[in-house]
Nanobody, 113 residues
Framework: QVQVVESGGGLVQPGGSLTLSCAASRSIFSYGMSWYRQAPGKQRELVATITSGGTTTYVDSVKGRFTISRDNAKNTVYLQMNSLAPEDTAAYYC????????WGQGTQVTVSA
């Protein structure tokens, strides 16, 4: 069973930045990878995806602010988050594009003054 470990979350003021990391226990080379988030009382939301070829897509609410990237040599996916807003507060998770691996613990991002 593939395991993923998310890290890099924390408390940040509005307008601030964070970079999240997701380390997988196997090669991600052939996988599209995605970041998801879940705010309290809400369903998990797909935030960003990067294909195996490097094509990226984003949910409208984060376009221009978030950047997903990958380092296949390290089996790691990143999410650079800029201009953070309170509505970005959520637990952030990564998985393959289909969400078929076991979910990790996530990393909490809290945007608050």
């Amino acid at each position: 069973q593939v395991q993923v470990v998310e890290s890099g979350g924390g408390l940040v003021q509005p307008g601030g930045s964070l970079t999240l990391s997701c380390a997988a226990s196997r090669s991600i080379f052939s996988y599209g990878m995605s970041w998801y988030r879940q705010a309290p009382g809400k369903q998990r939301e797909l935030v960003a995806t990067i294909t195996s070829g490097g094509t990226t897509t984003y949910v409208d609410s984060v376009k221009g602010r978030f950047t997903i990237s990958r380092d296949n040599a390290k089996n790691t996916v990143y999410l650079q988050m800029n201009s953070l807003a309170p509505e970005d507060t959520a637990a952030y998770y990564c998985n393959n594009f289909y969400g078929s691996w076991a979910w990790g613990q996530g990393t909490q991002v809290t945007v608050s003054a």
